[in-house]
């Protein structure tokens, strides 16, 4: 996914085989990138710290951290799919 796709934020697609899991990494959060956790309904994720992406967006994009936090809790609220990321918070 790349954030200019104007939150195409499906995360299921033809590239998932069966017997493997997909794990959606998004490639300009990877500082924010904490690990894989399993989902107690899913398959395995990738979970990414909440603060640190409200961070990288807010510098990358030049926004505050409100409205970056907000762009987080956007993502991690309507992303669908099997292997939608997850946003820690802590």
């Known amino acids: 996914m790349n954030w200019n796709d104007r939150f195409s934020i499906g995360f299921s697609g033809p590239e998932d085989t069966k017997g ?4 959606a990494l998004l490639h300009e959060l990877a500082d924010a990138y904490m690990g894989v956790i399993t989902h107690p309904n899913g398959p395995p994720i990738a979970c990414y710290n909440h603060a ?9 994009w030049r926004i505050t951290k409100r409205a970056a936090s907000n762009l987080v809790d956007y993502l991690a609220q ?3 799919g099997d292997s939608a990321p997850a946003f820690l918070k802590h």
Do not use: P, Q
Not at 20 to 23: G, M, N
Not at 52 to 60: E, N, V, W
């Open 20 to 23: 493997h899991y997909s794990i």
């Open 52 to 60: 640190m992406a409200t961070h990288i967006l807010s510098h990358k």
């Open 78 to 80: 309507n992303a669908r």
